[in-house]
């Protein structure tokens, strides 16, 4: 699957879910299932609890906010001498 295909399956719409990025027909946030992720659910425990979602999904999630955060700069921390 290109790159382009799964990012089609992201959506943004100012009516639904006050425009934040979603999985296209669900009400499924990228920052929420990647915080899922992020929590230790695995891919499979995900695809159990949401119907309807699939593994290519998550995927696009993931390329999502990896593109995202390539179009971001991160300024380092400024830490203080001991």
Request: glycine share 6%.
């Amino acid at each position: 699957m290109t790159d382009q295909s799964l990012l089609e399956r992201i959506t943004a719409q100012s009516d639904i879910m006050d425009g934040k990025p979603v999985v296209r027909g669900t009400r499924l946030t990228v920052p929420f299932l990647l915080g899922l992720l992020a929590h230790g659910a695995t891919v499979d425990e995900i695809l159990e609890e949401y119907e309807g979602l699939s593994r290519e999904d998550i995927q696009a999630c993931l390329l999502f906010a990896s593109r995202s955060l390539e179009q971001t700069s991160f300024l380092p921390s400024l830490m203080e001498a001991s």
